[in-house]
């Protein structure tokens, strides 16, 4: 059974050809007179002067051009021709108005109005809204869940309540708001797959907001993971008061001239089917939208990682190894003959002769002149002549003499046995201070590494055995105590040993034992 056609108000009328065709100032040789045509007739559209006449066009271009530098002076637009092409593409409806007419002859001529069909300036935000497109513009809004979860919470309230007007309110503004965040999430990803296609990006301008881009991805990331659950609880709660009842009330207060209430009814489940899809699925092996935002975002930090690692590289060597490859089969298309394109690749990947063949033998002798090289012993070959290509000793021939800094070794020994005894002076006030409570820093790092000597000592499989080590003169003990743990205040914070209790005496010898 054929499908009824839809209702025709005007937008419908245009064919597929013809919405096409509503583009063609855009690739047209003149597109920038055209665009700056229809700016005019935008900006007097938002003074709500919709209908102009050519004189009007002239004017309303005339101030566009003394506050923008880019458009152009209207005594050296053809505005008649450009006029008739936009009619001709239904950008603009042209229409006569007599009633301007003060002569006979200006009757006679038929005065006419120009103005935008509703599909032409569809058309023209639509191109408005690309050239006006930027970065800023691709961002994450972590703040909508909470906006999502208290929507979704009055809509309960008004579900209950049967407040038919607000639920339709409600359930617009849920619809609306979920439809944002997808084209936020779906353009900010895009934005980033761009950026990491992109040949020539500037280091600079990268590292300086690869903080800030990590931190956004991480912040949302965070959000959606901790409101995810709760949304799916509230979603739950709004149809536990009467999902029919919810539907109908809002197909009701709809105010949709045009829809029957059986067109009105279906777009309201439609949109609810679709809501639930995001944040609450049916099946255990559904996934959710807000899941796959949530997979989408994870992989988008990968890819801003893989991003700052290339272009880390290729600022380290200067230029990218893309931009090198590319140019150089450049040099490889522009090559006049096949020897020019052999001699090329001779010189770039220098495949030519190989070092090591010149190598002879240490006795030469030992070999018999009528062995062939595939029977012949291999000669050996230095490490430096295979990875650099020099042989050994080139250079000066004599290894290069090693500095010796007799007082830069001094200041070091000097250093590490100050260090020594200000460890060896904490861990003796460990025991001489009694319980181990609000330790210095000093004393945190002897009593950190006593604990690594110790836990080193563990063996796998024996857990019920007490652990000790011994150094600079006290000795640590570590206790198995299951269901207990042990803690030990610092400066700097609380120091937590599960299962274990821990003791610090005296001791007459430096060991280690487990």
């Keep these: 059974m054929s499908q009824p056609a839809p209702p025709s108000f005007g937008l419908d009328d245009f064919g597929l050809d013809d919405r096409m065709r509503l583009f063609g100032y855009v690739t047209a040789d003149n597109r920038q007179a055209y665009l700056w045509v229809l700016r005019a007739f935008d900006a007097a559209r938002s003074s709500y002067h919709v209908m102009l006449h050519t004189s009007e066009v002239t004017t309303t271009l005339a101030e566009l051009a003394r506050t923008h530098a880019g458009c152009p002076d209207p005594a050296s637009l053809d505005q008649s021709r450009l006029l008739d092409a936009l009619v001709e593409w239904g950008v603009l409806d042209r229409s006569q108005d007599g009633a301007r007419a003060a002569t006979l002859a200006e009757y006679r001529n038929r005065h006419s109005v120009y103005q935008f069909t509703e599909a032409g300036y569809r058309a023209h935000r639509a191109v408005e809204s690309v050239l ?204 006049g003959s096949e020897e020019a394109a052999h001699a090329l690749f001779d010189v770039v990947f220098g495949l030519g002769a190989p070092r090591h063949v010149g190598v002879a033998h240490p006795d030469p002798e030992a070999i018999p002149g009528r062995l062939s090289w595939w029977e012949a012993p291999a000669v050996e070959l230095s490490r430096t002549l295979v990875q650099s290509g020099r042989l050994p000793g080139q250079g000066n021939g004599r290894p290069a003499r090693i500095d010796r800094s007799d007082t830069s070794r001094r200041a070091l020994r000097e250093r590490q046995v100050s260090d020594e005894r200000r460890q060896a002076e904490a861990a003796g006030r460990l025991v001489s201070d009694g319980p181990l409570d609000k330790l210095d820093e000093a004393q945190t790092i002897a009593v950190r590494r006593l604990l690594d000597i110790a836990l080193a000592a563990r063996v796998a499989g024996r857990t019920s055995v007490p652990l000790a080590a011994a150094a600079f003169g006290v000795r640590l003990t570590l206790t198995p105590c299951p269901g207990r743990f042990t803690t030990v205040n610092t400066e700097t914070g609380r120091l937590h040993l599960d299962g274990y209790q821990l003791s610090i005496t005296a001791a007459g010898h430096t060991g280690v034992r487990a």
């Design 132 to 335: 006006a497109a930027g970065i800023d513009d691709s961002t994450l809004s972590r703040l909508v869940f909470a906006d999502l979860l208290a929507d979704l919470k009055a809509l309960a309230a008004a579900n209950t309540a049967g407040d038919a007007e607000e639920v339709y309110r409600k359930l617009n503004r849920l619809d609306r708001a979920l439809a944002d965040v997808a084209e936020r999430a779906a353009r900010f990803y895009h934005m980033l797959g761009d950026l990491s296609r992109t040949h020539d990006v500037r280091p600079e301008v990268f590292l300086s907001h690869k903080d800030a881009l990590l931190a956004h991805l991480r912040d949302f990331h965070d959000e959606l993971q901790r409101y995810t659950p709760r949304l799916r609880e509230a979603v739950f709660e709004v149809e536990a008061t009467g999902l029919d009842r919810m539907i109908e009330a809002a197909a009701e207060a709809d105010e949709r001239l045009f829809a029957t209430p059986a067109e009105r009814l279906a777009d309201w489940q439609r949109r609810w089917s679709g809501l639930r899809s995001w944040l609450a699925p049916q099946g255990a092996d559904t996934t959710s939208e807000a899941e796959r935002l949530s997979g989408a975002t994870m992989a988008a930090i990968g890819n801003v990682l893989a991003l700052l690692r290339r272009v880390t590289e290729a600022r380290r060597g200067g230029v990218s190894r893309e931009s090198q490859l590319r140019h150089l089969a450049a040099w490889f298309a522009g090559a």
